[in-house]
């Protein structure tokens, strides 16, 4: 079976698990919302300033999505071991990590299309830049938190005080590419402002991460 | 010497497995060959789910050497010739035993074969009429089928069951020893892990006792005769 | 696996060159340097603020390495390597984050500033102690060895983007830089005392390094005789 199948196969269950509870989809999207609610009660923004806080209000929020994304997604795998299954499978452990990126990234990307509306409502603001490339910062953005997020969600799963641990371990290193979309983010809300370098600075981050991270995925996993 | 080690479904030669200071397992020397059923035996942690995992390929023996069909490393080929029935059912709560299976069978590369091999192994295990509920909603008894199911899907020839009767009632228990005696007929080689050892009364071939992660006794199938490789000295 | 009970006799050797050289950097830094025009004493705090930062990165250095090792050959010491640089790295990380502030509140009158050499130390200083973290967390698995290797070479990978980042974040929005470790023009007594203070913290860190792998080593023996321990005793009682 071909890498790419795999991986598929891999969404397509974790997707059709999903979309029979709808758990996780609900309890991360009203956790980012209350964070969104939370937030708006400190300012309303008015200046330029103020609405480039915004953009750092809305990535918190979207960070606190993904962090329940990932955990939720390897509580699945964790609670009958299905981990050890699929390691016992003839599948390709990077086309199953591959498959795990992709899924947290499609499950994060919903919940983030669901709040920003929100967001632009509880602040009273719109997008005065280009919205086209900032969807694109969005995917960049996403990825770049899901890759390493996956990555060290796999890496913690059997560790304890794992919750604390994910987050300890993916903001610091995710710090380039946070940067890098709440500057976007706030170029397009104000409407000025290099887009494009961030961009390439996503683009930059999100390969070096993914193929440092496939390249890894393999070593690490084979044999315990 | 020992002859025709490669015809052997599994061997342990002399496979030691400590976690830091804890001893799994300790000098651990057995073999098992196709058409035999040999009764894993000892009290809990014993070890047996251990050297069930190690015989799995999904722990690394610390010392000693497995081999599964001749091979000592766990290509995709020897995976799809070993089928693990775990103590955790392996099975994803929200899907329906039918969806469970296809999703293994898709990373068991069975292509076209998978919806009848899926069909023939849930009428063998006996889970049809609940093939399409979630596993969520199934009883204990009936998640045991289906993750017997899930590990017969490709086929395997080294049947690894850990606990296959734990919680199960008694027209259960019947039903999957007569499974286990149906695989054997059709040259399974079959290790099954239990700690009630009076339920394989009658079907083992042979049985390996482990105590506090040592072989405490080894008798081999009948077949087996010296082809039990000797332990390993553990060097200084 | 050779049994060596105490340090060595080289690295005694080595803490008594350490010594001289750190009484020799504080004499450079406190004395044979010259004052600096503006910002008056305080200012000598940079000789070690920056050794500080230029020695914690030399031992993220050598995890990254150890890291990458322990991924290819899986043996033990480079985990211990690994793990030693990281923890002395962390303290002279520490040290370096705590001289700023000291040097820069009395000078530029701010306690710190998002200034792309300032940022990215705190970044590295925040991806080790996650390291370290997670290394404590999993302790009780040798598997996790493996993963924690992992972490190290995307930590290391993370700090020049790091730097580059802010770097370019700051040509958007240009905010106080607080100076130090500026070539241009600077006093060579200043540059000698800076470098002298670097290769004592360098022995110092090599001094510390080598303790805490030889402790790290020592207790996986200790380990491994305990387990051996406990089969003769399995063995004996059959």
Redesign the interface.
């Known amino acids: 079976m071909s890498y790419w199948t795999t991986a598929m196969r891999i969404v397509a269950k974790d997707l059709l698990s999903e979309a029979r509870t709808r758990e996780m989809t609900n309890a991360v999207l009203f956790f980012a919302l209350l964070v969104l609610v939370l937030f708006s009660f400190s300012f309303q923004p008015a200046s330029d300033e103020e609405r480039r806080l915004a953009s750092g209000v809305l990535w918190i929020a979207f960070l606190f999505a993904g962090v329940g994304v990932l955990d939720r997604s390897f509580w699945r795998e964790r609670v009958n071991e299905c981990l050890d299954a699929l390691r016992l499978t003839p599948a390709s452990a990077s086309a199953l990590f591959v498959g795990k990126c992709v899924a947290n990234a499609l499950f994060l990307l919903l919940a983030e299309v669901i709040l920003v509306p929100l967001f632009l409502v509880f602040f009273d603001l719109s997008f005065r830049g280009d919205v086209r490339a900032w969807l694109l910062v969005l995917v960049l953005g996403t990825w770049a938190l899901v890759v390493n997020g996956t990555f060290f969600a796999a890496m913690t799963t059997n560790v304890r005080s794992r919750e604390l641990l994910l987050p300890l371990l993916l903001l610091p290193v995710s710090v380039p590419a946070l940067v890098a979309v709440v500057e976007a983010t706030a170029a397009a809300l104000l409407g000025e402002g290099a887009m494009r370098v961030w961009i390439q600075v996503l683009i930059a981050f999100d390969v070096i991460y993914t193929t440092l991270a496939l390249l890894l995925f393999e070593t690490v996993v084979e044999g315990t | 010497m020992i002859e025709a080690l490669d015809s052997k479904a599994l061997v342990f030669e002399g496979v030691c497995k ?6 799994a397992l ?1 000098q651990v020397s057995f073999a098992l060959g196709p058409g035999e059923l040999v009764a894993l035996t000892g009290s809990n942690g014993a070890g047996k789910s251990t050297l069930l ?1 190690v015989a ?5 023996p610390t010392s000693g050497r497995v081999l599964v069909f001749g091979q000592s490393r766990p290509t ?2 020897v ?2 010739r ?1 089928g ?1 029935l ?10 329906s035993a039918e ?1 469970n299976l296809k ?2 069978a ?4 069975l ?1 076209r074969e998978a919806d009848e091999r899926i069909a023939c192994v849930l009428r063998e295990v006996g889970a049809e009429d609940f093939r399409h509920r ?1 596993v969520r909603t199934l009883s204990h008894g009936m998640r045991k089928r289906v993750s017997l199911a ?1 590990a017969m899907l490709s086929d395997p020839e080294l049947l690894l069951l850990d606990e296959p009767f734990s919680g199960l009632d008694v027209a259960s228990i019947e039903r999957t020893r007569a499974l286990m005696v149906e695989w054997r007929r059709r040259g399974k080689a079959l290790l099954v892990a239990t700690h009630q050892a009076e339920l394989l009364d009658g079907i083992a071939d042979g049985e390996l006792v482990l105590d ?3 072989v405490r006794s080894w008798r081999a199938p009948a077949s087996c005769g010296s082809a039990v490789p000797p332990p390993v000295r553990e060097r200084a | 696996m050779r049994s060596e009970r105490a340090l060595p006799r080289w690295w005694f050797g080595l803490v008594g060159i350490t010594a001289v050289a750190l009484i020799l950097g504080v004499l450079h830094a406190l004395w044979f340097a010259p004052t600096e025009r503006t910002m008056g004493t305080v200012q000598r705090i940079f000789y070690y603020h920056v050794s500080s930062a230029w020695t914690a990165f030399v031992a993220f250095f050598i995890n990254f390495l150890a890291c990458a090792a322990y991924l290819k050959a899986r043996h033990p010491k480079w985990d211990a390597v690994a793990v030693s640089a990281a923890e002395v790295g962390v303290v002279f990380g520490t040290v370096n984050l705590i001289t700023g502030p000291i040097w820069a509140k009395p000078v530029w009158g701010i306690w710190w500033t998002w200034d792309a050499r300032l940022t990215s130390t705190l970044v590295m200083w925040l991806l080790y102690v996650s390291y370290l973290l997670l290394r404590q967390f999993a302790a009780e698995q040798p598997s996790q060895r493996v993963w924690a290797a992992a972490f190290g070479i995307f930590a290391f990978v993370d700090v020049p983007i790091v730097y580059l980042s802010i770097r370019l974040w700051r040509t958007q929005h240009p905010g106080p830089v607080i100076a130090g470790g500026e070539q241009s023009g600077i006093d060579p007594r200043m540059f000698l005392a800076l470098h002298v203070c670097f290769l004592a913290f360098l022995l110092l860190f090599v001094v510390l390094f080598y303790w805490r792998y030889r402790l790290e080593r020592q207790r996986a023996e200790l380990a491994e005789l305990r387990a051996r321990l406990h089969r003769l005793h399995l063995e004996r009682s059959a």
């Open positions: 400590t976690f830091g200071e804890t001893v300790w995992r799995a390929f999904l722990l690394k995709p080929d995976k799809r070993i693990l775990g103590h955790a059912s392996f099975l994803y709560e929200d899907l969806e999703f293994y898709a990373l068991y590369a292509g979630p899930r506090r992660g040592r």
